[in-house]
């Protein structure tokens, strides 16, 4: 009997084992595909394959969100400061934030959230979109790009997206590094510390 105990504790901790390492091999692998295209804030194109090679920090919302949204943003621009304080930003380091909603969130859409966040419009943070002339293919790429970091995301029904709260640091080949939490669990002294790592 105690061998049994033994053999289905061993089971079970390999079990464990597998799992975790399944989940953890994915995320290190992930790559934002290079085929993925979006337009800009200023509906011009943005293909990831033609990225500049600096590290991106990716943020996933909506301009409609009530709540974590807004505050991943206001949180992204205090660490936005800090790096500018220590001279990477810009050069080492950009943001992109990218809609879940590419319909509702038309590049003017885009530009009148960036004003409403005062995030300066300098070509380090850029704000990714559909284009209006091929929105279902582009819906169809953001999710592409969401599904690559397991970003989830529905629309109930009602316009406001459930979706899954991460931002996520890649690398100059556009690779995962690190996930981390968005709205009030942002933490972005963390986040600096592991941009500055990885400079």
């Not at 901790?13 to 295209?37: E, L, Y």
């Not at 992109?96 to 038309?106: A, G, N, S």
Request: charged share 25%; aromatic share 12%; hydrophobic share 40%.
């Amino acid at each position: 009997m105690k061998r049994i105990y033994i053999l289905s504790a061993i089971i079970v901790i390999i079990g464990i084992t597998a799992g975790i390492s399944f989940f953890v091999i994915r995320d290190i692998s992930a790559k934002v595909p290079d085929d993925i295209s979006l337009i800009t804030m200023h509906g011009e194109e943005y293909t990831f394959a033609e990225s500049e090679k600096r590290l991106k920090l990716v943020e996933f919302m909506y301009t409609h969100c009530p709540d974590i949204c807004p505050t991943t943003t206001l949180k992204m621009n205090m660490l936005k400061k800090d790096l500018e304080k220590a001279g990477v930003y810009g050069k080492n380091i950009q943001f992109l934030t990218i809609t879940i909603d590419p319909y509702r969130d038309t590049p003017n859409k885009m530009m009148t959230y960036m004003d409403t966040f005062d995030i300066e419009d300098d070509g380090n943070w850029l704000l990714l979109t559909g284009d209006r002339n091929n929105i279902k293919k582009d819906q169809q790429e953001i999710q592409e790009l969401a599904n690559t970091f397991q970003f989830q995301y529905r629309d109930p029904g009602d316009g406001f997206y459930v979706h899954s709260t991460f931002v996520f640091l890649i690398d100059e080949n556009n690779k995962f590094i690190k996930k981390f939490p968005m709205g009030e669990d942002f933490n972005k002294d963390e986040i600096f510390n592991k941009i500055m790592a990885e400079i």
